[in-house]
């Protein structure tokens, strides 16, 4: 890692969903993913499904940087893209899946990749 480069900030998105519904967390997920694409300092993201019997589920989300992630959540594009389509339309939309959440972030601190 070198110091005079910004390092990839990792924010990680925890949901917890009764197992009964990942299925719909993910079919959600498959209709937006393209939604964060163009934001600003936006490097991928994975949605990541337990196997384990847990009911949390990842969103783990990569950015150039702090201050790229926080202009990300608070665009209109966030707030839109969080919210149903029944929502925008003006009806109550269907409940979120989630009972929980919470972000997690995280910096590298080495590893490596073969190859
Ligand atoms: C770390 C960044 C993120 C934060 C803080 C965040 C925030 C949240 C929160 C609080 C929920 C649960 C509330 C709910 O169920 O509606 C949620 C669900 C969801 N998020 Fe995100 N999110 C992030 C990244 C993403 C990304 C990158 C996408 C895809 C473009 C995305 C799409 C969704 C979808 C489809 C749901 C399911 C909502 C539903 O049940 O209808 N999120 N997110």
């Not at 949901?15 to 393209?34: K, M, N």
């Not at 202009?71 to 029944?86: D, Q, V, Y």
């Amino acid at each position: 890692m070198r110091h005079d480069e910004q390092m990839t900030v990792i924010k990680i998105n925890a949901i917890t969903v009764p197992a009964d519904s990942g299925d719909e967390l993910a079919h959600r997920f498959a209709a937006r993913a393209g939604a964060v694409d163009n934001a600003d300092g936006f490097e991928g993201f994975e949605l990541l499904k337990p196997t384990d019997g847990r009911e949390q589920w990842l969103v783990l989300t990569r950015w150039r940087d702090e201050e790229s992630f926080q202009a990300w959540l608070n665009s209109e594009s966030f707030a839109h893209g969080h919210r149903t389509a029944a929502e925008r339309r003006g009806e109550s939309g269907p409940p979120p899946v989630a009972t929980h959440s919470e972000v997690w972030s995280y910096v590298s601190a080495g590893g490596s990749s073969p190859g």
